[in-house]
């Protein structure tokens, strides 16, 4: 009972702390400079294989005939004869178990179906059965504590749903009887409650055919050295199967619900590809693009939306020695009745800009992002051998996962959006940092807004 109890309070623990959204368990990406100057580049998918381990609680059913000797002259010789033959035939019944063992499972990346394994070393399942108290004082009653230990061996077959992790499951039971305990116990009442267990001499079935099916949703938690996943799988299933006692006429079976948790770990998929590094490359000139507003009157003081821009590379004898010395964005805005303010964007390799968004949960960019991308674009069709570095960061305020799948979402966004003006998505390296590098101090608005943004930085 200590054993099961301990198993109860780690599964409700464990199930407590889940996160409310998955970490992404897609593919990785890092880019390693090499001493060679080429840069290598792994791919870092979910493996095929995986091994850990299984376990949970039952929930016991038991049902059908339970015809049980009133006792056994062996274990009591004083039973008066006339009692030797009686039978007490049992009501339905309820129990709990637990059970702990080995998984392997098979399932490959891409398809929708998997294959698994558990052997569970340690199977134990409980229950009860009492018959109807008599109406006297004494209120007579027997009970039947069954307690049934096995080793099971369970194959399985999983189907994955179009849900990231989520995913159901089927399979077959084979349980192998290690050891059991059968007793009638007589219970009444003489000032108090007294119980007489005696030992009962049917035995259960040595072998059990059953079944299962179940639902499951697996979800990262953790990434080891680059190298191997954890996942964690908490499920639900129901089991059946075939009778557990047959002896003295009985045809005792069981149905039970499983809640248990897989804890596996898995080898990635790695592929690596170097990128070669270019001695001959000659830097282009830089771009540089000119916006001007469309239409409506201009205000000072109130930020505009400058709806069209033309870029052109251009030569930089031919830029201005104070649009050259100042930051690589320069805005230059001249206000007159007939006059139109204009923008000069310059882009160069090794150039890093940020954008910032305006709430925790925004994850669209912003209208000057969107301007900046636009002049990006024309300048990774200008230079085919350019790639762009995205990095999406968070604020603290949500929980780790939630504040990773916003830094993720940001740096998505820019890949989407520069994807969509025929950028090749293979030159967009993106990943999501999280709240973990915050530039500002999250204990004020203004920190806050300089920690959730995106960083793009234009890599020759």
């Known amino acids: 009972m200590i054993r099961l109890k301990i198993i109860v309070i780690i599964i409700f623990f464990l199930i407590l702390n889940m996160p409310l959204k998955p970490q992404t368990m897609g593919d990785f990406r890092e880019l390693i400079p090499l001493p060679s ?28 005939k339970l015809i049980m000797p009133l006792t056994d002259p062996i274990f009591d010789p004083s039973i ?18 637990y059970y702990a063992g080995l998984f392997a499972e098979w399932n490959p990346k891409g398809s929708d179906w998997g294959v698994s394994l558990s052997l569970f070393l340690q199977d134990f399942r409980s229950g009860t059965a009492e018959t109807t108290p008599s109406k006297d004082t004494t209120k007579e009653s027997y009970e039947a504590i069954t307690d049934f230990n096995y080793v099971s061996v369970s194959p399985s077959a999983r189907y994955n749903f179009s849900i990231p ?7 077959f039971d084979l349980d192998f009887i290690t050891g059991s305990k059968l007793i009638n116990r007589y219970k009444f009442k003489n000032t108090g409650n007294i119980d ?3 030992k009962n001499v049917i035995s259960p079935q040595n072998f059990r055919l059953g079944f299962h099916l179940g639902i499951s949703y697996e979800f990262l938690v953790a990434d080891i050295s680059h190298k191997y996943r954890i996942l964690f799988s908490p499920y639900l299933s129901l089991n059946g199967g075939t009778s557990v006692i047959s002896d003295s006429g009985s045809s005792r079976n069981t149905l039970f619900a499983r809640i248990g948790l897989i ?19 000659k830097p282009p000139p830089d771009a540089y693009a000119t916006a001007r507003r469309e239409s409506g009157p201009f205000f000072g003081g109130f930020e505009e939306i400058l709806l069209a821009y033309e870029a052109k590379p251009v030569e930089r004898s031919q830029v201005s020695e104070e649009v050259a010395e100042k930051s690589t964005i320069d805005v230059t805005e001249k206000v007159t009745t007939t006059t139109e303010p204009q923008r000069k964007i310059t882009i160069r390799a090794g150039q890093r800009k940020t954008y910032f968004f305006p709430s925790s949960a925004s994850t669209s960019l912003t209208n000057d992002a969107k301007e900046y991308l636009d002049n990006v674009a024309e300048f990774l069709k200008a230079n085919p051998s350019s790639t762009v570095r995205i990095v999406g960061h968070s604020d603290d305020q949500g929980t780790f996962s939630q504040n990773q799948k916003r ?53 020759q």
């Open 196 to 198: 007489h267990d005696k």
């Open 407 to 459: 830094s993720e979402d940001r740096a998505k966004q820019v890949v989407q959006y520069l994807v969509s003006k025929g950028i090749a998505s293979g030159r967009l390296f993106p990943r999501g940092d999280g709240a973990r590098v915050p530039v500002g101090d999250n204990r004020s608005e203004d920190g806050r807004k300089r920690n959730r943004r995106v960083e793009i930085l234009i890599v």
């Open 80 to 97: 008066p004869p006339e009692y030797k033959d009686s039978m007490i035939n049992y009501p339905a019944g309820f129990g709990i178990g």
């Open 263 to 281: 804890i596996k770990l898995g080898p990635d998929d790695v592929k690596k590809d170097t990128l070669a590094f270019n001695p001959n490359y």
């Open 165 to 171: 992790g989520l995913y159901s499951f089927g399979g």
């Open 37 to 64: 100057k080429d840069t290598l580049i792994i791919n870092r998918g979910l493996g095929d294989w995986w091994f850990g381990a299984n376990g949970g609680v039952n929930a016991d059913y038991f049902f059908s």
